[in-house]
């Protein structure tokens, strides 16, 4: 008898959908479309890598922000990471149903996203966009504030 190894892509979404949020008016979330159980991967998405001096070099240039800064990670070191899938799409919440995962493949590097509990069908999964940066609170301009202190790159003058 032969044992066949499950087909187990890199990347893969499932049990996932975009639709309107329930958070933000007019803006996406993902939902689950079925039962997603307590410690259950349901997206592995690739990523783009790219250094941080090409959004820093950008914002001294242009004087703005480019429109990707917000939706980075922070990879390793000076990298940082464009997560393809819906990964940009997940919203934020300090008591989040769900978290991610940096994974550091040389061949496959990727972002996995894990549920912290059950999610039930029709619920919109929420991860923390900076785990140890403490609660993050938005204005209403949109920029992000770390437990009452704005970053650098988000002061404006």
Known sequence: MFKVKPNNPKWFMKKVEVKESTVHEGGLGVFAT??????????????????????????????SKHIL????????????????????????????????????????????FIAKRDIKPGEEIFHHYAPRAGNLFFTDAGSCDYDGQLHDWEKRD
């Not at 070191?77 to 919203?91: D, E, K, R, S």
Request: aromatic share 10%; proline share 4%.
């Open 34 to 63: 079925d039962h997603i159980e307590k410690r259950e991967m349901f997206e592995s998405a690739p990523v783009l890598l790219w250094h941080k001096d090409l959004l820093t070099d950008y914002t001294e240039l242009h004087e």
């Open 69 to 112: 800064a917000d939706h980075v990670f922070i990879w390793e070191g000076t990298v940082h990471a464009f997560c393809l899938g819906y990964g940009t799409i997940y919203n934020h919440s300090n008591e989040p149903n769900a978290m991610h995962r940096l994974v550091h493949d040389d061949k496959h590097p990727r972002i996995e």
